[in-house]
């Protein structure tokens, strides 16, 4: 049984993969600032004071423009560390580097942010089930942080509208979200 997952997430990991792949430069740009403009709109971005964001790697939605909205908001990005992830503050994009891995993460410097302190989370992923299900690159990083029970902030799936499916097959340490903000409705 436990096989049989493995095997059916590798393969919608690939189907997510190819529907990526038929986007061009220019819709995901656009397709950037739809979500964007969803996330702005969401009523926990509303209330939160510390949210954690992401890097896009170049398949991933793009939340720069979220900078333009910050207000009087923190924001967190990740840094891996070994084999958990932890959040730090970035005050401004820049202080953002690229790892050897080509994912941008906070630089050395940067003040730590307990779990427990972030109101909204916004989740990168290969995949989202409108029940919630999440389905990363395969890592476990966003798994192993939200197993954590100091973790209380909205988990928000982030994705384009071709990574969105009604579910996706899940093992017993899959985290999932409390909802999926896409650029379509």
Known sequence: MQEDIVKAKATWRQVARASLSRLTPEELSARSQRVCE???HDAAWNRAQVVALFAALPSEVDLSALWNERGDRQFCYP??????????L???PEDLKP?????AEPQEHAQPVLPSKIDMILLPGLA???DGSRLGRGG????????KPEVKAERVGICYGPQLFDS?????HDQCVDRVLCDVG
């Open 38 to 40: 969803a996330v702005r």
């Open 79 to 88: 840094r891996v560390e070994g084999e958990e992830m932890h959040f730090y």
């Open 90 to 92: 970035v005050e401004k």
């Open 99 to 103: 790892t050897n891995w080509k994912v």
């Open 128 to 130: 989202f089930g409108r």
């Open 140 to 147: 476990g990083y966003y798994d192993r942080l939200l197993s």
């Open 168 to 172: 996706l097959p899940r093992e017993p």
